[in-house]
C-alpha cells in the first residue's frame, strides 16, 4: 500500500497552496485530483479574481492584510505576479456606512480616498456612480491562473505528486493515521487535508461531520470594453440588494457577478447553462452603470460556490483530518494564508480563527 506524510484531496487553489507549503515544511505529499488541474467544474478555474481589504470587518481585513504579505512572499519564491496592483472602488454605500469603513482602513493604517461621484467618474469614465466611493489603491487583481499555474510548479519541484483523474471516494481513520479509498486503489497517510469544495462533506461522510455544504452555480458574464485604454479598477457594489463585483481581465474584458445570486444545485447535474432570468438582470445592470462597457459584446460563464449555513469559512482538524471548504466565492484572495492554516494544523504549530472551526 502506498503511504505518505499527507494525502491533499482536491488540486484547486487551497488544496495546491496547501501542498507546496506542506512541502516547504518537510511532508511528502500526495494531491489527488478527481479531474484534470484547472477543471472548470469547480470554483478555481478563470483567469483572474479580486483582491481588497475588508471595508466592514476588522478581523477580515487584519486575515487580508495578512494574505497580501503571503502573496508577496510567494512571488518572490516563484519569480511570478500574483497580484496586480490596480486599485479598487467600493461604492453603492450610505454616507455614514462610508466614514465607519474608513475609519476602519485609517485604524489600520491602510490608504483610502473617498470620492464623490463626480470625481470618481472623471478618474474612471467606464463607471457610473450614484453614491461616496471609497478608493483602495493598494487593491488589485488576482492572477488567479498565473498564480496556480506557478504555485503546483513550485510544488513539484519540492517533491509533490499531483494525481489527477483520480478521485477519492471515502477517507477512513485507521489506527494513528488514514486512509483515503480512489478507483486505483487505497494510499495510507498519516494525515489528509481535504479541500474538495462542495464535494467535502460527501467525502467525509463517515470519518467526520462538517457543516451542512451547498454548491451554487453563478454566472458572472466578460463585457467588452468600448475603449481598450480604459482604467479598469476592481469594484464592488455594496448597495442593498444588488451585491456586484467586477475585474478586468486581458482578452476577455471586463468581468461582472452578482454575488452568491445563483441557485443551488446538484452537482452531478450541474448543466453549465445560463438562467435567463439572472443573465437578463445582469445585463441590465452592466448597462445602467457601465457606460464605458459594450452590453451586445459579451460571453457569460459559469462557476460553483461552495456555501455554508453559517456563512464563514471552515478550516480545522479533527485527528488526522484537516478540512477546508465552504469558501462562499470569495476565498481567492485568502488562498496562502488557508495554506498557512493547513499547515500549522497538520504540524501542530497553530490553530485558526475560532469563527472557522468545526
Same mark, same amino acid.
Given at each position: 500500500? #502506498? /503511504?505518505?506524510?499527507?494525502?491533499?484531496?482536491g488540486a484547486g487553489a487551497m488544496g495546491s497552496a496547501a501542498a507546496r507549503a506542506l512541502a516547504v515544511a518537510g511532508r511528502e505529499v500526495l494531491v489527488l485530483e478527481q479531474y484534470e488541474l484547472g477543471h472548470s467544474k469547480g470554483g478555481s478555474h478563470g483567469g483572474t479574481r479580486l483582491f481588497r481589504l475588508s471595508i466592514d470587518d476588522e478581523a477580515e481585513l487584519l486575515r487580508a492584510a495578512r494574505a497580501k504579505v503571503l502573496w508577496s512572499e510567494l512571488e518572490d519564491e516563484t519569480g511570478v505576479q500574483m497580484l496586480d496592483v490596480v486599485g479598487g472602488v467600493d461604492h453603492g454605500l450610505a454616507e455614514p456606512q462610508v466614514a465607519e469603513s474608513a475609519a476602519l482602513l485609517e485604524r489600520h493604517g491602510v490608504q483610502y480616498e473617498v470620492l464623490e461621484p463626480a470625481a470618481a467618474m472623471e478618474r474612471w469614465p467606464g463607471m457610473r456612480f450614484d453614491s461616496q466611493v471609497l478608493y483602495q489603491p493598494g487593491s488589485a487583481r488576482a492572477l488567479a491562473e498565473q498564480a496556480l499555474t506557478a504555485i503546483r510548479a513550485s510544488a513539484r519541484g519540492l517533491g509533490v505528486e499531483f494525481r489527477t483523474g483520480c478521485a477519492a471516494t471515502a477517507v477512513r481513520v485507521v489506527g494513528d493515521g488514514v486512509e483515503v479509498e480512489t478507483a486505483a486503489g487505497v494510499v495510507r497517510a498519516g494525515q489528509v487535508v481535504v479541500t474538495a469544495g462542495p464535494w467535502t462533506a460527501e467525502l467525509l461522510a463517515g470519518a467526520l461531520e462538517v457543516p451542512a455544504i451547498s454548491a451554487s452555480q453563478e454566472q458572472p458574464r466578460f463585457f467588452a470594453p468600448v475603449d481598450e485604454s480604459t482604467p479598469w479598477p476592481v469594484f464592488v457594489d455594496r448597495r442593498e440588494g444588488t451585491p456586484a463585483y467586477g475585474v478586468f481581465e486581458e482578452g476577455r474584458g471586463v468581468k461582472i457577478g452578482l454575488h452568491a445570486t445563483g441557485p443551488r444545485i446538484s452537482l452531478e447535474e450541474r448543466d453549465f447553462l445560463v438562467e435567463p432570468t439572472r443573465d437578463a438582470a445582469l445585463i441590465a445592470y452592466a448597462e445602467e452603470w457601465f457606460p464605458g462597457l459594450d452590453v451586445t459584446r459579451s460571453e457569460a460563464i459559469s462557476c460553483v460556490y461552495d456555501n455554508t449555513v453559517r456563512?464563514?469559512?471552515?478550516?480545522?482538524?479533527?485527528?488526522?483530518?484537516?478540512?477546508? /471548504?465552504?469558501?462562499? =466565492? #470569495? =476565498?481567492?484572495k485568502f488562498v496562502p494564508l488557508i495554506a498557512r492554516y493547513l499547515t500549522d494544523l497538520v504540524t501542530g504549530a497553530g490553530s485558526t480563527p475560532e469563527s472557522f472551526r468545526l
Open positions: 500500500m #502506498e /503511504t505518505y506524510d499527507v494525502v491533499v484531496v456563512g464563514d469559512f471552515v478550516v480545522d482538524r479533527r485527528g488526522p483530518i484537516s478540512v477546508a /471548504t465552504g469558501f462562499h =466565492g #470569495e =476565498g481567492f
